[in-house]
T-cell receptor, first 113, second 110 residues
Framework: DVKVTQSSRYLVKRTGEKVFLECVQDMDHENMFWYRQDPGLGLRLIYFSYDVKMKEKGDIPEGYSVSREKKERFSLILESASTNQTSMYLC????????????FGPGTRLTVT | QKEVEQNSGPLSVPEGAIASLNCTYSDRGSQSFFWYRQYSGKSPELIMSIYSNGDKEDGRFTAQLNKASQYVSLLIRDSQPSDSATYLCAVGTGFQKLVFGTGTRLLVSP
């Protein structure tokens, strides 16, 4: 079974803090993704990576950056957290061979106060 | 902007009935289609994928794809209260990316 893990289930941070969200997958998948999910807006792609040290902007990259130094690990960084970044953050991975099937981690519910 | 549209629901069905969930998409070039189930407070779980026109069955689930009409559906037979969840339709577009609908909430009453 594909296993995608995320570093925290719940996180509370203050406005202006730098926040790191970590995602690890154990299936040797090439592609990794970061989404945020908000009521009424659905899942929105923030960034994705199709190889180590490669990254591509998604639909809503503003205020975020990412890092992929190892194949299994993809980090999302909020440079200066703001209250409008309060959300559920979901990491997913996929193999380039599996016709786009993405598998999600458990999610991190981030609250910025 | 490539879009995936779903009725937000809730769709209410009695236990044992067939639940029918629908999705339309805008990108004619899409070749891969998925249904995810998401329980409240949990992450999406992949339950069906379909790539060709027609039906694909897996247990109580049947996915149906009509590329000419740009329409994907999910049928759940013998619905159970444990099927109560939000169902997300996702469409492959661009390089390994998915576009998600906002989901349909399904309520199965005992």
């Amino acid at each position: 079974d594909v296993k995608v893990t995320q570093s925290s289930r719940y996180l509370v941070k203050r406005t202006g803090e730098k926040v790191f969200l970590e995602c690890v997958q154990d299936m040797d998948h090439e592609n990794m993704f970061w989404y945020r999910q908000d009521p009424g807006l659905g899942l929105r792609l923030i960034y994705f990576s199709y190889d180590v040290k490669m990254k591509e902007k998604g639909d809503i990259p503003e205020g975020y950056s990412v890092s992929r130094e190892k194949k299994e690990r993809f980090s999302l960084i909020l440079e200066s957290a703001s209250t409008n970044q309060t959300s559920m953050y979901l990491c997913a991975s996929s193999s380039g061979r599996e016709m786009y099937e993405q598998y999600f981690g458990p999610g991190t519910r981030l609250t910025v106060t | 902007q490539k879009e995936v549209e779903q009725n937000s629901g809730p769709l209410s069905v009695p236990e044992g009935a067939i639940a029918s969930l629908n999705c339309t998409y805008s990108d004619r070039g899409s070749q891969s289609f998925f249904w995810y189930r998401q329980y409240s407070g949990k992450s999406p779980e992949l339950i069906m994928s379909i790539y060709s026109n027609g039906d694909k069955e897996d247990g109580r689930f049947t996915a149906q794809l009509n590329k000419a009409s740009q329409y994907v559906s999910l049928l759940i037979r013998d619905s159970q209260p444990s099927d109560s969840a939000t169902y997300l339709c996702a469409v492959g577009t661009g390089f390994q990316k998915l576009v998600f609908g906002t989901g349909t909430r399904l309520l199965v009453s005992p």
